[in-house]
């Protein structure tokens, strides 16, 4: 599976992959832990309903090499994520994220309100209520990571396992490349300031959840649903987990082109 069309384009000197699919209004989407490593199943189906805009984040598969290790702070981060959805066509889009992917969609979506017409978040990060925080992803074993991620560990643990024609050492660098860049936006507790900005997103927003996440603790869920200036729905998806397009990528997309479908 793969998507019709896989582009490049530079920002800040570096070169970011962007996959594209399907007709229809662009959708922006924003991936979680480790990036996408192909074309997956959530993508396809969503491809089926609108014209799908993947660009790969900095230092994820696909993007910009190590340029993460130039961003030290959130707004670097920040900016460097307006610039790539500008470079990918993607301003005043529908824009969708994942876990990681979400807390930046959330940003981007807070700071500059014109440049998302209708934001999802699937299972986002980005603030903790202070009293509970994330699960520990960077102090678990390679298993533990597995099973914080998805209710069907084994799947994504074969879906994360190299390509049959890709060069051994290229992927596991690729790899710890991802997990460091998951650290420096996110690392230790999941906050990246994002609770003091969330009340200035205005555009409507639908967030998702896996019924089974083990990565967000439940009472986080309030401060997604709460917190924008702008209305809010809500879809917990049954038999997922925090990668709930992997794990129930049917629903999830389900309720995506529903949400987005709807009038404002």
Do not use: K
């Not at 999802?120 to 994330?134: C, E, K, M």
């Not at 205005?202 to 917190?227: F, K, S």
């Not at 925090?242 to 999830?252: G, T």
């Amino acid at each position: 599976m793969s998507p019709e069309h896989e582009t490049t384009v530079e920002v800040a000197g570096a070169p970011y992959r962007v996959w594209t699919a399907g007709t229809g209004a662009p959708l922006g989407v924003l991936a979680g832990f480790g990036g996408f490593l192909h074309w997956t199943p959530f993508l396809a189906r969503l491809a089926r309903h609108r014209t799908v805009v993947v660009p790969s984040l900095p230092g994820f598969p696909g993007g910009g090499g190590r340029a993460h290790v130039e961003l030290d702070t959130q707004l670097d981060w920040l900016l460097r994520t307006q610039d790539l959805l500008a470079a990918s066509g993607l301003s005043g889009a529908d824009l969708a994220g994942v876990s990681l992917g979400a807390a930046l969609a959330a940003d981007v979506a807070a700071v500059w309100p014109d440049m998302v017409r209708r934001l999802v978040l699937v299972s986002p990060l980005g603030i903790n209520d202070g009293d509970t925080v994330i699960a520990d992803h960077w102090g678990a074993t390679h298993s533990e990571q597995l099973a914080l991620l998805s209710s069907c560990p084994g799947v994504l643990e074969q879906y994360r396992r190299m390509p049959p024609d890709a060069d051994e050492i290229e992927w596991d660098v690729s790899q710890i490349r991802a997990n460091e860049a998951a650290a420096r936006l996110l690392w230790p507790n999941g906050e990246t300031g994002l609770g003091g900005r969330i009340g200035r997103i205005t555009c409507p927003t639908l967030v998702v959840w896996g019924a089974e996440d083990r990565m967000v603790p439940p009472g986080h869920r309030r401060l997604y649903r709460d917190g924008p200036g702008g209305p809010v729905s809500e879809t917990v998806i049954e038999g997922a987990g925090h990668q709930a397009d992997f794990d129930r990528p049917d629903d999830v997309a389900a309720a995506l082109v529903a949400f987005l479908e709807t009038e404002a």
